[in-house]
């Protein structure tokens, strides 16, 4: 579906997304396909926006109901689904992802490296997912599932004094190992980034991470 301005903001804010969150994506990055193209301008990339998620809201939920004027609540329970066939969309299903959280919420232990003070955050709700996807332009947009089923653990990794931005993004399996440590569109962590990753890792599951530690990548697609 094509929004025009005025309408693709009117629906951005249905789903919750701000202003200044919109603002946010906006200066964080403009990549709005998959082909990783750029907007030349706000107004294009809020149009893509509202455009991306109207078909996500449509076609991407088996069984779904949600419809392209959908509230914030209803989008709490869209769910994408491998082959759009694993599980069916159910009240049910955010309570087991609200048991995940509650769960995983013992690994939100914060990091300190040089000075720099960083926080761990577990995502509370599918829309912290969604917009976490969105504003680093990975796929946990349509990862909400592997939580609220159990196979994944999800992590946020961000410096303290910048809570509300983004840094990189940690994905779990079950038995602790490292399926992604990502930062924006998808690139591996480095550097410092890598450090605090490791040292919260370690500080989690009592050993620095090695080669043994992280999924093989021809392996990600059977997941």
């Avoid at 893509?48 to 109207?54: D, E, F, Q």
């Avoid at 720099?116 to 990975?138: A, F, Q």
């Avoid at 043994?212 to 021809?218: A, E, F, I, L, T």
Wanted: one cysteine or more; hydrophobic letters at 40%.
């Amino acid at each position: 579906m094509e929004f025009n301005y005025p309408d693709a903001i009117a629906y951005l804010h249905k789903l919750g997304i701000s202003d200044s969150d919109m603002e946010a994506l906006f200066l964080i990055g403009r990549r709005t396909d998959k082909n990783g193209s750029l907007c030349e301008s706000k107004e294009h990339f809020i149009r893509m926006r509202a455009a991306y998620l109207s078909n996500y809201g449509r076609t991407a939920v088996h069984n779904s109901t949600i419809k392209k004027d959908a509230s914030l609540s209803e989008i709490e329970k869209l769910v994408t689904l491998r082959d759009q066939t694993k599980i069916e969309l159910e009240e049910s299903f955010l309570q087991k992802f609200h048991i995940a959280f509650v769960k995983n919420s013992k690994y939100s232990i914060p990091i300190t490296l040089k000075g720099e003070k960083y926080e761990v955050i577990v995502p509370k709700t599918i829309v912290d997912l969604i917009k976490e996807g969105l504003l680093m332009h990975n796929c946990l947009v349509d990862r909400a599932y592997w939580m609220a089923l159990g196979t994944m653990k999800f992590f946020f990794i961000r410096k303290k004094n910048d809570i509300n931005t983004p840094l990189m993004d940690v994905v779990l399996t079950q038995d602790n190992k490292i399926l992604w440590a990502i930062t924006k569109y998808h690139e591996n962590i480095k550097g410092d980034n890598e450090i605090v990753f490791k040292k919260w890792f370690e500080t989690c599951f009592g050993h620095i991470p090695t080669k043994k530690d992280y999924v093989p990548r021809q392996d990600w697609f059977s997941i």
